[in-house]
């Protein structure tokens, strides 16, 4: 099974930065994917007893949330259609958004977050209308709009948050600036490639 920087971290028990700087080093081993650096479970240090705990748990969850919310992908084999949910800056985005829903009156007081949530809802409406719209200039303006969104929501924690580098805002900052916007711009350059063919 493959984990995205952010869920090895918290196998870990590290910062998605300290698992990063171990993946470019090479001392964990990783491969990029969609622009996001992806870890095989198996190359984490731990013992047998916890890894079959945590792949029990992770097919169990998988198994959840395809009840609840099955991927148009995972239905459809061998089909290219998918679902925005599908989209790794769709996923960072919303988890975010629920992140900030829990926790961003708290840390960064009522108003930030209302803000915060704000651009970030709208970012993802934006993201949404892309994936959906067949009109490609439509879909790369509606891109470049999310960008913009994104970026905003980026400029506001580190502008409301007391202390940016410290929990949970630099790990908000760290799944926009890392998960959400890398994996953006892949499927911006997609659509652009679209609208040269045209």
Request: aromatic share 4%; glycine share 8%.
């Amino acid at each position: 099974m493959e984990l995205s920087v952010r869920e090895a971290a918290t196998l870990m028990g590290r910062t998605p930065r300290a698992i990063r700087a171990q993946v470019a080093s090479g001392k964990l081993p990783g491969r990029k994917k969609g622009g996001r650096w992806r870890i095989s479970s198996e190359a984490l240090p731990l013992d047998e007893a916890r890894r079959r705990g945590l792949q029990a748990k992770a097919d169990g969850l998988r198994r959840a949330v395809e009840r609840v919310l099955p991927s148009r992908t995972a239905s459809t084999s061998g089909d290219r259609r998918r679902s925005v949910a599908d989209l790794g800056s769709f996923q960072a985005g919303s988890s975010l958004l629920r992140e900030l829903a829990d926790r961003g009156d708290e840390v960064l007081g009522t108003a930030a977050a209302d803000q915060a949530r704000e651009l970030l809802q709208e970012a993802l409406l934006d993201l949404s209308e892309a994936a959906h719209h067949y009109d490609r200039s439509a879909k790369l303006a509606a891109c470049l709009r999310c960008r913009a969104g994104l970026a905003r929501a980026t400029g506001l924690l580190l502008l409301a948050a007391p202390d940016p580098q410290a929990s949970p805002v630099f790990d908000w900052l760290t799944l926009l600036e890392t998960e959400a916007l890398p994996a953006l711009a892949g499927f911006i350059r997609w659509v652009e490639r679209l609208e040269a063919a045209g």
